[in-house]
């Protein structure tokens, strides 16, 4: 077990759809990362937040958004869903991004199903 | 940009044989190297990093990566293989140092024959 709670664990919408995945960092992270794994694209960076602000952008679509709340939980909100927006959306945490000695950790993602 | 390239989507060795995983990197800057795990139904697993310093990287379950800078690779090695080694490896590159931005390479899947 990682330490990082992702809900819900599976997804099923239709397209048009707006969903919102959650994700709890472990205990004592500040950082929040959000990363898409689909068949066609593999994995990819999506955002990151540290301390509630946004610290990095990815491949993150504009119909996508993310926000991290004072509790250090975070939300990705995807919206007018696509087909192709089907895939694993995985969590990660650390304490502080830049250092090196730091390991992420994942949690066993969210698998979002646009029908 | 950074970016990996995997070679070889799928993998087969027999249990006790030797692992061998490619990884070959392109990178503007000095890159952070990792390899990471992912078994079936989890998130990913870091098994070990580069950052500076030591060429030859130990990480967990007996798994080993050497850093080449001429050849621009970063291949993971296990001796022996055990059944607990099925699974999908992924290497990646940072610019960063840290865990920021991380960009995977397409993902090897390994299967150990009994």
């Known amino acids: 077990d990682s330490g990082v709670t992702q809900t819900p664990k599976h997804l099923i919408t239709a397209t048009g759809q707006r969903v919102t995945l959650r994700c709890s960092p472990r205990s004592g992270d500040l950082s929040v990362y959000w990363y898409q794994q689909s068949l066609d694209q593999g994995l990819q960076f999506l955002i990151q937040?540290?301390?509630?602000?946004?610290?990095a952008k990815g491949n993150i679509l504009e119909r996508f958004s993310a926000q991290q709340f004072p509790d250090l939980h975070s939300e990705l909100n995807l919206s007018s869903l696509e087909l192709g927006d089907s895939a694993l959306y995985f969590c990660?945490?650390?304490?502080?991004?830049?250092?090196?000695?730091?390991?992420?950790?994942f949690g066993s993602g969210t698998q979002l199903s646009v029908l | 940009a950074q970016s990996v390239t995997q070679l070889g989507s799928h993998v087969s060795v027999s249990e006790g044989a030797l692992v061998l995983l490619r990884c070959n990197y392109s990178s503007s800057v000095p890159p952070y190297l990792f390899w990471y795990v992912q078994y079936p139904n989890q998130g990913l697993q870091l098994l070990l990093k580069?950052?500076?310093?030591?060429?030859l990287v130990k990480g967990i379950n007996g798994f080993e990566a050497e850093f080449k800078k001429s050849e621009t690779s970063f291949h993971l090695t296990k001796p022996s293989a055990h059944m607990s080694d099925a699974a999908e490896y992924f290497c990646?590159?940072?610019?960063?140092?840290?865990?920021?931005?991380?960009?995977f390479g397409t993902g090897t899947r390994l299967t150990i024959i009994p």
């Open positions: 990646a590159v940072s610019d960063k140092g840290g865990n920021e931005k991380l960009t």
């Open positions: 580069y950052t500076t310093g030591a060429t």
């Open positions: 937040y540290y301390n509630g602000e946004e610290r």
């Open positions: 990660a945490s650390s304490a502080h991004p830049a250092s090196t000695n730091e390991k992420l950790f």
